[in-house]
């Protein structure tokens, strides 16, 4: 089991940068993957990035793609989104998973974090 806590949310103006952390306990945080997912008001919970145990796959969703970076160091059992060139359609509350295997659908990850509120003014 792994418990997660996302952290670096805030108020950033449109253009503006954040960079999230996700911090997980447990020994074995290294054989999850690991994904963002983000949820707007009024809206449903939307993939926004993941990445494999290894780092060596991602995948993004296309609103986010060429602007968020998902990345992970598993020395320190973090996994980060650096999100750039940030819009105002990117305010949401924005939730890190783990799952067993890379994947895009809510349903595949087992364990999630609170959320930290990103918003984005225009």
């Known amino acids: 089991q792994v418990q997660l806590v996302e952290s670096g949310g805030g108020l950033v103006q449109a253009g503006g940068s954040l960079r999230l952390s996700c911090a997980a306990s447990?020994?074995?945080?290294?054989?999850?993957?690991m994904g963002w997912f983000r949820q707007a008001p009024g809206k449903e919970r939307e993939f926004v990035a993941a990445?494999?145990?290894?780092?060596?796959?991602?995948y993004y969703a296309d609103s986010v793609k060429g602007r968020f970076t998902i990345s992970r160091a598993n020395a320190k059992n973090t996994v980060y989104l650096q999100m750039n060139s940030l819009k105002p359609e990117d305010t949401a509350v924005y939730y890190c998973?783990?799952?067993?295997?890379?994947?895009?659908?809510?349903?595949?990850?087992?364990?999630w974090g609170p959320g930290t509120q990103v918003t984005v003014s225009s």
């Open positions: 998973a783990a799952a067993n295997i890379i994947a895009t659908t809510e349903t595949s990850y087992a364990y």
């Open positions: 447990g020994r074995t945080f290294s054989s999850y993957a």
């Open positions: 990445i494999s145990w290894s780092g060596g796959r991602t």
